[in-house]
């Protein structure tokens, strides 16, 4: 199936990106917001990171010529029209994520595939919504499209054959890696084998084991990050961001609880959020954004927190790193994907220098099991089935 025309729904961060690499590779698009103003900011910021690209000699056209195969709207019935494959990118909200895919269907050609950017979210949901079941997928890019080199391919229980391998080689044709999610579970792949890291960061600073200095340092200095958990959260606005996300969740959950398989990977989140993250949010401590979240920015600009080497010898990385490794463990043996998928996610979404497996042959599994029995025994009520060995790690061992 030829793709040439594509509709971008969305112009922030994700949306803008992706407009440019789709036009980059010599696709027409058609990038689409609610206001003429955030058209033209997004399309100031295309040229300006065209004009980067091209003095770093990383594209061989010219901007100005990349540029006229771009072309934007604030009428999405028209945007859509004529388009051969719809990417939205907008907010992580369910419901408006439905409404979008819905109207991208009625107005799209019968042919056109639907994808969605979600980071997270239910794919099935969403194709739902449609009269196009086998051409929904999710198509989730790395942060920022135009410099990452990773896209998360999510396939749904009705996403159709061509419909994947479509997608799969329209990805590779804009020079990206790819991972392949098999089941669509919460955060799929990339996040979920990630967000062990972060829960247990979180966790460890509500149980006040460390601080995010402490816990950054370690992210830094004893595993090669270029940001810590808590620097990340601050910079991208996590707080508000899984605050939203789970309300989200919690709605698909109704009607589908299979998109959550792991109820004590549930409970956990919630526990963060309604201890955590959401307080924060109300607070307006949301991080970059607000200038202060675990750290402080002045002006609102985002500043590299100063962390000494020294903090990082207060904690063990297996400490951190073996509840980490154990949801990534959980992601293989459940299926959602494989072990060298789950590598290659964490290493290209999130810059990590070796994946989870590598990880556990350089930790050991015995030192991994040890540290989650520890935090097993340690852990209230609500909270020991999350530190279950994973059969995967179990099976290693053996």
Not at 76 to 94: C, H, N, P, R, Y
Request: positive net charge.
């Amino acid at each position: 199936m030829s793709l040439e025309k594509v509709a971008v729904i969305g112009a922030g961060l994700m949306g803008h990106g992706i407009a440019q690499v789709v036009a980059t590779s010599g696709q027409e698009v058609t990038l689409m917001a609610r206001s003429d103003e955030s058209l033209a900011r997004a399309t100031l910021k295309i040229e300006d990171s065209l004009s980067k690209l091209s003095a770093k000699g990383r594209i061989q056209e010219s901007p100005g010529s990349v540029l006229k195969r771009i072309k934007t709207s604030t009428n999405f019935a028209k945007g859509v029209s004529d388009a051969d494959l719809v990417i939205e990118t907008v907010f992580e909200d369910i419901a408006l994520k439905k409404k979008i895919l819905s109207e991208a269907d009625a107005n799209a050609p019968k042919h056109a595939i639907l994808a969605t950017n979600t980071s997270g979210l239910s794919i099935t949901v969403m194709a739902e919504a449609t009269n196009r079941r086998e051409k929904v997928i999710g198509m989730h890019w790395a942060n920022p499209p135009q410099l990452m080199r990773l896209v998360e391919i999510v396939k749904t229980k009705y996403t159709g054959e061509e419909t994947f391998k479509t997608i799969l080689d329209l990805s590779r044709r804009y020079g990206k890696e790819t991972v392949v999610v098999n089941k669509d579970v919460w955060f799929f792949l990339a996040a979920r084998a990630h967000s062990g890291w972060v829960f247990e960061a979180n966790l460890m600073y509500l149980r006040k084991e460390a601080d995010p200095a402490e816990i950054d340092a370690v992210g830094r200095y004893k595993l090669g990050l270029p940001m810590g958990p808590f620097e990340l959260m601050d910079f991208i606005g996590f707080v508000d961001v899984r605050s939203k996300s789970l309300e989200s969740a919690e709605e698909i959950l109704k009607s589908h609880p299979e998109f959550e398989p792991w109820p004590a990977y549930l409970t956990a989140a919630r526990r963060l959020t309604d201890e955590l993250w959401r307080p924060m949010t109300r607070k307006g401590l949301s991080g970059v954004r607000t200038g202060k979240g675990f750290y402080t920015y002045p002006e609102a600009k985002y500043v590299k927190p100063e962390i000494s080497q020294k903090l990082a010898e207060k904690i063990e990385l297996v400490e951190i790193l073996a509840p980490a490794i154990n949801v990534a463990a959980w992601c293989v043996t459940h299926g959602v994907g494989d072990v060298a998928s789950a590598d290659k996610a964490v290493r290209l979404m999130y810059g990590w220098p070796k994946g989870p497996s590598q990880l556990l042959n350089e930790l050991g599994a015995d030192n991994i099991a040890k540290a989650l029995r520890v935090k097993q025994e340690r852990a209230p009520d609500w909270l020991r089935d999350y530190y279950e060995l994973a059969p995967l790690i179990t099976s290693w061992k053996s």
